[in-house]
């Protein structure tokens, strides 16, 4: 290996831990590359855009906080965050679903006596329900029957398992 060969060198000038939308774009300059075989030049990628949105994360649990408090709480968090479009749609209801127990604070909230609140709780409800599919499979309309279903059979499905049912009727 050749110890005089320079090595790559990548550099920002401006750290992007800011919320915006941003684009980049590379340039290679092998003009000074020594070799016979290397292409000289400078070349400029197309401009890429990409945007940084901030994901909000709920607090830990308290040492003496019931699981139960702690999971409505988290639920509500970011069921407000959704309704008041606080960052993006599906990291909110991906952070919330983090937690199993965020099933039963969901049909919890079917008793809230703000209508939207409960709208968007029906919602999420629904899409963690069952994987997509292009028939209408019996869906619970009330919060007895939520129950029923999940201490039937959804306390079965992890975390992941809700999430990817959600993602699935998006994709």
């Known amino acids: 290996m050749n110890s005089n060969r320079k090595k790559p060198c990548v550099g920002f000038s401006l750290r992007l831990t800011e919320p915006g939308e941003y684009t980049v774009t590379v340039t290679l300059d092998t003009t ?18 990409f945007r940084i949105v901030p994901i909000a994360t709920f607090r830990k649990q308290g040492a003496n ?9 988290r639920v509500a968090f970011y069921l407000r965050r959704i309704e008041e479009h606080e960052g993006e749609y599906f990291p909110n209801v991906a952070e919330m679903l983090r937690l199993q127990d965020a099933v039963p604070a969901l049909i919890d909230a079917l008793d809230s006596k703000d209508k939207q609140f409960v709208k ?6 629904a899409g963690i329900h ?3 599919s292009n028939h209408k499979s019996f869906l619970p309309r009330s919060k007895a029957e939520w129950l ?13 398992e809700l999430w990817s049912n959600f993602d699935s009727h998006y994709q």
Do not use: M
């Open 120 to 125: 968007r709780a029906e919602v999420i409800l």
């Open 32 to 49: 000074a590359v020594p070799g016979d075989k290397t292409l000289k030049g400078r070349f400029t990628s197309p401009s890429a855009g």
């Open 148 to 160: 029923d279903w999940w201490q039937g059979e959804g306390v079965r499905l992890s975390a992941k």
């Open 130 to 132: 069952h994987r997509g």
């Open 65 to 73: 906080e019931p699981t139960r408090d702690y999971a409505r709480a």
